[in-house]
């Protein structure tokens, strides 16, 4: 490990809900994660979604904005982009990172399983990798579909099970042997047990249909092992747990990870699959 993790970073209480960062966590999270895979889907999710000049765009779950920042110049001028987002730090960021857009998007503080907005307010509501995070997922569907005017479309993006991303579980066992259980259930937690049936299930029930289900496969790279721990861990709330270790444990962390990596492992680093479901329905 380099000693670059950002040792100020700390976990946040889990009762604020699932994958929440503090400190520099979102800053990371936008230079590192959001280029390299947060960004490729929100634009693959607006495009499955078939986002349209002048629609009103509620992004749930919004972290620091990548989805709302994309749909802003398609819905143009005549539009409305709304972020809402349980993570005060995550919206400081998304509202930094968008400030030069327009339309003006509007970043609120909510709880996507209680939004305050009335019936009717919206044509679209996305939501990208935070249906596995609340609490009540089938809460934030209702919530979405309360929202919606009659013939609005719902569009998720939800991680396929860890057994598709395998790098992660990876990942995740080797945080489990060196810095601890807990470690290894956040490194598996963006990665739920649902199958594409599921999924379409949950929006079924919350009174949703045509139904359309999605599979983006890509491949993702890292200049080496100990980059891709660096970056994830800076990311998330790991940061702080994996910058208390001794020196020595996390050395032997990082060539525990080059070795569970290895067939993952070419000349320009290590390159891996990562898998998502996209559902869109109306
Ligand atoms: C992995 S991030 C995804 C963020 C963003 N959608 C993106 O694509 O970069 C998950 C987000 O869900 C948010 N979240 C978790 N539970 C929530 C809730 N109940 N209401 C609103 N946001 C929530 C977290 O704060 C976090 O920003």
Redesign the pocket.
Same mark, same amino acid.
């Given at each position: 490990m380099s000693g670059t993790v950002e040792a100020t970073q700390k976990a946040a209480a889990p009762e604020t @809900?699932? !994958? %929440? $960062?503090e400190g520099r966590g979102p800053e990371a999270?936008e230079a590192y994660? *959001?280029p390299k895979f947060?960004r490729p !889907? =929100?634009d693959r999710l607006l495009a499955v979604a078939e986002v349209a000049e002048g629609e009103r765009v509620l /992004? *749930?779950?919004? @972290?620091?904005?990548? *989805?709302a920042r994309g749909a802003a110049p398609l819905v143009g001028d005549q539009g409305r982009v709304v972020g809402? /987002? $349980? +993570?005060p730090a995550?919206l400081k960021t998304a509202r930094k990172e968008a400030s030069h857009l327009s339309p003006a998007i509007e970043w609120r503080h909510? /709880? =996507?399983?209680e939004l305050s907005f009335p019936d009717d307010s919206f044509d679209l509501v996305l939501? %990208?990798? =935070?249906l596995q995070? *609340?609490?009540d997922p089938p809460g934030?569907l209702a919530q979405a579909r309360r929202v919606l005017r009659p013939g609005g479309r719902v569009g998720l +993006?939800v991680l396929r099970p860890i057994r598709h991303n395998p790098s992660y579980g990876l990942l995740a066992e080797v945080l489990e042997r060196h810095v601890g259980d807990d470690a290894g259930t956040m490194m598996r937690s963006?990665f739920p047990e649902w199958s594409g049936a599921r999924l379409r299930e949950f929006v079924l029930e919350a009174g949703f249909d045509e139904v359309s289900l999605h599979l983006d496969i890509r491949a993702v790279r890292y200049p080496s092992a100990e980059e891709f721990l660096r970056q994830e861990a800076a990311s998330s709330p790991l940061a702080g747990p994996i910058a208390e270790l001794e020196g020595s444990v996390r050395t032997r962390m990082i060539r525990h990870l080059e070795e569970v990596l290895q067939e993952y492992t070419d000349r320009d680093g290590v390159v891996f699959p990562m898998e998502t479901h996209l559902v869109v329905a109306s």
């Open positions: @809900g699932g !994958w %929440q $960062l999270y994660l *959001v947060f !889907w =929100a /992004d *749930v779950g919004c @972290g620091t904005g990548i *989805v809402v /987002d $349980l +993570n995550m909510e /709880d =996507a399983t939501s %990208q990798q =935070a995070f *609340v609490s934030l +993006n963006p």
